[in-house]
């Protein structure tokens, strides 16, 4: 399966400030997936992103919040834009590996103070 | 659309007792279904699937579950736990194979 690396693994930030994820992949995908992991609950889809096309949002997610980039096959960013305290949670970015379902990356655990 | 239930948000259970996690889905079309396993302070980890042929799937470290088309669950057991199966586990379900429905998560705690 394919293996990702995701940094930074965690971070604490600046109320108003913006923080980058990257998601680093050892094979080429057609599309990673960005997920939220708030405290206490479960995943949920933030965007799909896809080479060379913006990213498909989910319904309550924005571009200028949350900007995708996805310069080629094997690597993509997130971006969370003017952080508050609501933004705490765990960032996830997410492949599929080809007939073993879809892995995922270790996370990052953004805290903002 | 689909959504996953999973029923006990929280397990205790003794060393080398059984467990079964709860897992229940709603959908109008065909689904493939998933655990995932979240150890303390790392990502998730595929743990097994269904997607098509025998109804009970197994992991490599005594892990299986049992696709039940007709109560529509995919309960998680084990017929003996480890401290190191502490964890949080969730649940999902696609049909596409391009999006994720995750469950709330149950938290397993081993207890020695």
């Known amino acids: 399966s394919a293996v990702i690396s995701q940094k930074p693994s965690r971070d604490i930030c600046q109320r108003g400030t913006s923080l980058t994820i990257q998601c680093q992949v050892d094979?080429?995908?057609?599309?990673m997936f960005w997920y939220r992991q708030q405290p206490g609950q479960s995943l949920t889809l933030i965007a799909t992103?896809?080479?060379?096309?913006?990213?498909?949002?989910e319904s309550g997610f924005v571009i200028d919040k949350f900007p995708i980039s996805r310069p080629n096959l094997t690597f993509s960013t997130l971006t969370v834009s003017n952080m508050s305290p609501e933004d705490s949670s765990i960032y996830l970015c997410?492949?599929?590996?080809?007939?073993?379902?879809?892995?995922f990356g270790s996370g990052t655990r953004l805290t903002v103070v | 659309a689909q959504s996953v239930t999973q029923l006990d948000s929280q397990v205790p259970v003794f060393e080398e007792a059984p467990v079964e996690l709860r897992c229940n889905y709603s959908?109008?079309?065909?689904?493939?279904l998933f655990w995932y396993v979240q150890y303390p302070n790392q990502g998730l980890q595929l743990l097994l699937k269904?997607?098509?042929?025998?109804?009970l799937v197994e992991s490599i470290n005594g892990f299986e579950a049992e696709f039940n088309k007709s109560q529509t669950s995919f309960h998680l057991r084990k017929p003996s736990v480890h401290i190191s199966d502490t964890a949080e586990y969730f649940c999902?379900?696609?049909?596409?194979?391009?999006?994720?429905?995750f469950g709330t998560g149950t938290s397993l705690t081993v207890i020695p």
């Open positions: 997410s492949v599929e590996s080809q007939g073993m379902g879809y892995t």
């Open positions: 094979s080429q995908v057609t599309m």
């Open positions: 992103a896809n080479q060379g096309s913006e990213a498909t949002y």
């Open positions: 959908s109008s079309v065909s689904v493939y």
């Open positions: 269904y997607l098509s042929g025998s109804t």
């Open positions: 999902a379900v696609s049909n596409t194979g391009n999006q994720f429905y």
